[in-house]
Each structure stands twice: as C-alpha cells, then as structure tokens.
C-alpha cells in the first residue's frame, strides 16, 4: 500500500459507514448518482458489460445479432422524457391524472425506472429488418422478427446472470410483460432490495418534473 492509498482508505471507509448502512446509495437507485459506466453504444456497470459482452458473442454464433437499444438512463433524461410526453399528452387535451396514467402505461416515474441502475437492457436482434416501433411485444412471438433472440434468451440468459423481471407471470404486480428488457440480477436484486427501503415520495420531490404533485397520493 503507497502513501495515497493509505490516506484513501482511511478517508473513504468511514465515510462510507456514514452515508448509509446500505450497499447502495440512494442517488445511485435513483438515477441521481454518478455510477461508473461502461459500453460502446450502450452505458452498463462493468460486471454487468462483461457479462453481455460474453453473451452477445454465444448469441452471435447462434446467428443472433444482438443490439441494445437502451441501457442507463439516468434520472435527468427520466425527467426529459416524462416532461416530453406529459406536454404531448396536454396538447391532446388531456388533463393530469388522465395524462400519468397514459405515460406510465409505457414509461416510469423518474427515479423509479430499473433503467437508473445500469444493470437493465433492452434488446433486440438486429439481423432481421423491422419496421416501426421495435419494442413491441408481438415482434417477439408467432412468427415476429425477435422471437428466434426470445427463444433463444428463454434457454441462455441465465447462464450469463440475466433475468427476464416483467414476466408473463399473471401473480406479478407493476409492469405490463416486456419480452425485451434483461436484468443482470446478481446486482439488481440486491439493487432493488435496497431501492424498496427508501422512502420515495420523499426522495422524489422535484418541482421541475411535470405533474409531480400529483403522484404524492
Ligand atoms: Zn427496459
């Protein structure tokens, strides 16, 4: 240990301690942190990077190309996306509670989204050409452009540590199905495990997000 290294440790271990007894900083669960990030088209914690990294290489060798069409996304382009829709939906002649409940059908409450903790993607197979909106639940069953990339993930996924959150399961609660979106879960359970102690109204009081004094209820 050099004498930089051993004034750090000193510096950041108490400190750590302090902040929180949770792994897990509040900013970062909410999109709000500095995490560091990894990726050429795409921002993903490294463990989470190399392990995409590996499965991206069995599925290309299976004739799968995958491509990630989103990955982080942190609370500010949350925030940018929500107020867009929110204004889109206003213009439609929609009023507010009218107007969350269309925006959530598809899009998360900033600070809320799996998608701030660098651990979630959505894929898609870039071999076949698909027009239109790609995320979309039927391009990825009976016969649909990504349902060979489905099949495929349905028998591979877990062996590279990613899971399928939004399941067809009818039991589960939130989200409707999402057959494109992975979570690496060896950091995301224990993400989420932290992310369901925070007190969230609270931590997501924000002036500047459209309709957000609607969403204290
Ligand atoms: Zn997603």
């Not at 698909?130 to 495929?152: C, M, N, Q, S």
């Not at 995301?188 to 500047?208: F, G, R």
Request: one cysteine or more.
């Amino acid at each position: 240990m050099n004498r930089f290294e051993f004034i750090s440790s000193l510096i950041s271990l108490p400190l750590l301690n302090f902040c929180s007894n949770e792994k897990y900083a509040a900013e970062i669960l909410i999109g709000k942190g500095n995490p560091n990030l990894v990726g050429k088209d795409h921002r993903l914690l490294p463990e989470v990077e190399k392990a995409y990294q590996n499965m991206e290489r069995a599925a290309r060798a299976a004739g799968i190309k995958v491509k990630v069409v989103s990955s982080y996304r942190s609370y500010e382009k949350q925030k940018a996306i929500w107020n867009r829709k929110f204004n889109a939906f206003k213009k439609e002649g929609l009023d507010g509670l009218q107007i969350i409940n269309k925006i959530i059908e598809y899009s998360t409450i900033p600070g809320t989204s799996r998608h701030h903790w660098g651990t979630e993607i959505d894929m898609i197979d870039n071999n076949p050409l698909a027009e239109g909106d790609v995320l979309l639940t039927e391009k990825f069953h009976d016969g649909g452009p990504y349902e060979k990339l489905r099949i495929w993930m349905d028998k591979n996924a877990q062996n590279f540590g990613f899971i399928r959150p939004y399941t067809l399961d009818k039991e589960r609660s939130g989200f409707y199905y999402e057959p494109w979106h992975y979570s690496f879960s060896e950091i995301s359970k224990p993400m989420l495990k932290s992310y369901l102690k925070l007190d969230i109204v609270e931590l997501l009081k924000d002036d500047s997000l459209l309709g957000s004094e609607m969403l204290d209820a």
